[in-house]
């Protein structure tokens, strides 16, 4: 995992100090490479053992060892880096940009998932027996492929675009129900307020956001989240995202399917009878 995607990882449960120290080290990641752990808390106005202790809190052992890691993501990622298109880019560079961002994204929200996490989310799935999906903009394309997948297997699961309908359906099967809020930004404020009434009605919330902390995080009670692409306001980004988030419910899905392979014919029929449709309207 890139020491990006590890400090934002722990960024809900960062002190004030070492948000600093991570702030630096994200912003002038040359100048850490040469840096005496005394030098980097001069410059955050901190001291050595803070940032030893940051250090080991994002998980490495010691200033060397981490100091490696970003030299080598420095060297290995020279020529791989999250570039937007350009108008006077040619076909083949155009290409090349979206498929290099694509992949970095993916490799980076692969690392970021954990198989407990997606084990925990699995189990809420099999043990609740309605699902409620809700995303808006965006994240609605998600919402969608969530309902489409697991709808297919049989799961009793409802994707509704309208607030206030949400509300009085999750009113009417609280007993036995989980949600599953999509937004990238954690911070869609009709997906927070679906959030903030699942809560109250104490329905469990799976929130699938984008790394850190943010509304949506806050109010999860299981988290599951994508690596932050570098050009997160650039316009390929959003598709970046879309990339990230696919990955993450594909993955939950065929977890869930290895966990439960009766499901498996669901699918099998579900697909032999869409071949069969076809058919008929070709006669």
Not at 3 to 23: C, G, P
Not at 53 to 67: A, D
Not at 143 to 170: C, N, P, S, V
Not at 260 to 267: H, P
Request: hydrophobic share 40%; with cysteine.
């Amino acid at each position: 995992m890139s020491v990006q995607s590890r400090i934002h990882l722990l960024d809900n449960k960062l002190t004030d100090v070492e948000k600093r120290i991570a702030a630096y080290i994200l912003a002038h990641p040359d100048e850490v490479i040469n840096a005496t752990a005394k030098e980097i808390g001069e410059q955050t106005q901190s001291s050595a053992p803070s940032v030893v202790r940051f250090i080991k809190k994002i998980g490495y052992s010691s200033v060397n060892e981490f100091k490696l890691s970003i030299n080598s993501e420095k060297n290995e990622k020279r020529d791989q880096k999250y570039d937007d298109v350009n108008l006077a880019d040619s076909f083949e560079v155009t290409k090349r940009k979206l498929c290099n961002n694509a992949i970095l994204t993916l490799e980076e929200t692969s690392e970021v998932l954990k198989q407990e996490q997606i084990k925990t989310i699995v189990h809420l799935l099999e043990e609740k027996e309605v699902l409620f999906v809700f995303g808006i903009g965006a994240s609605s394309i998600i919402a969608e492929d969530i309902y489409q997948k697991w709808g297919r297997i049989g799961k009793i699961i409802f994707f509704e675009k309208d607030l206030h309908i949400l509300t009085a359906m999750l009113s009417s099967h609280q007993a036995n129900s989980a949600i599953w809020l999509v937004s990238n930004s954690g911070q869609t404020r009709e997906v927070v307020k679906a959030a903030q009434i699942a809560k109250k009605i104490d329905i469990p919330i799976i929130a699938q956001t984008m790394l850190g902390k943010n509304p949506l995080s806050k109010l999860a009670d299981h988290l599951i989240q994508t690596s932050i692409p570098k050009e997160a306001f650039l316009r390929s980004a959003a598709t970046n995202s879309l990339f990230a988030q696919l990955l993450v419910v594909d993955t939950i899905f065929y977890s869930f399917l290895q966990n439960n392979e009766q499901y498996f014919e669901k699918i099998y029929n579900s697909r032999k009878l869409i071949e069969e449709i076809n058919h008929l309207q070709k006669i």
